[in-house]
Structure formats: C-alpha cells, structure tokens
C-alpha cells in the first residue's frame, strides 16, 4: 500500500508507545506525538483594560503576570482553527517550519529591505541636486 507521508503522521522514531494527550478542542486523546502542539502566551489583563490596570496600580513599573499555556490538538481540531493546513503532496515534502505570517512591525524590522530608515526613526536631512554657489566672503577667505 502507498504511503502518504514518510513518518506515518507519527514522531515516534524508534520508540514503540507514546502517552495519550488530551486534545484541548474536542477531548479527544491523541498521541502525543502525533498532537499538535502549540506553546501561547497571553496577558491576564486583556488589552483594553491594561491601561486602566496601570493606573490604578499603587507599584510603578509592575509587570502584569502572563498566562503560559502549552495546547494540544487533535489533527481534525487543527484543521478546523486553521492552526494547520492541508498541503498539496509537493508541499508535504518540505520539512521546513511554515511560519504564518504576520505584517507587524517586528516582521517589517527583520526583512532586509533598501537602506534607510526604519519607521518611527527621523532619517538624514534630504540633500539638494545642485550645490550652492560660494558666497563672496568665502571666496576671499
């Protein structure tokens, strides 16, 4: 029988059994190595409310503490949320990660692009075509 992928949809490699994992979309329990996974942070405060937070707070300069969350999903859940997806039998051969993207700043800073300045910083003063003429004081000098 034909094979679709080269791993089976598995990371095993060379052990025989892997725990089961919760999937955090259904509560299904897929392997954990074949779950996929995904690592997010996020504020406890959201964003609307943090400027409100960092006035009331009697601390000057406290951080808001992160929720840190390691996700499971099971492969029909990824597909659904979009965290994965199908690629044509070409495209499942590269091995890379795909990283979605963004368009924030941070992506902008990290592309190479023509030189000059970046946003937000004040770039050199814009010099004229034609030089000026030397003044008359200049000259005797």
Do not use: W
Not at 6 to 26: A, F, M, Q, S
Not at 113 to 139: D, I, K, L, V
Request: glycine letters at 8%; a positive charge; aromatic letters at 6%.
């Amino acid at each position: 029988m034909t094979v679709k992928r080269r791993n089976h949809g598995r990371n095993r490699h060379g052990r025989n059994h892997t725990r089961l994992v919760n999937c955090d979309g259904c509560g299904s329990k897929p392997a954990k190595d074949k779950a996929i996974k995904r690592f997010t942070v996020r504020d406890v405060v959201d964003k609307s409310s943090k400027k409100d937070f960092d006035i009331a707070t009697a601390i000057q300069g406290y951080e808001v503490p992160k929720f840190y969350i390691k996700l499971h999903y099971c492969i029909s859940c990824a597909v659904h949320r979009k965290t994965v997806r199908p690629r044509s039998k070409k495209d499942r051969k590269k091995r890379e990660f795909a990283r979605p993207q963004r368009g924030g700043l941070r992506d902008k800073q990290r592309r190479p692009g023509p030189p000059g300045p970046q946003p937000g910083q004040s770039g050199p003063p814009a010099q004229t075509a034609t030089a000026a003429p030397p003044r008359a004081f200049e000259a005797a000098a």
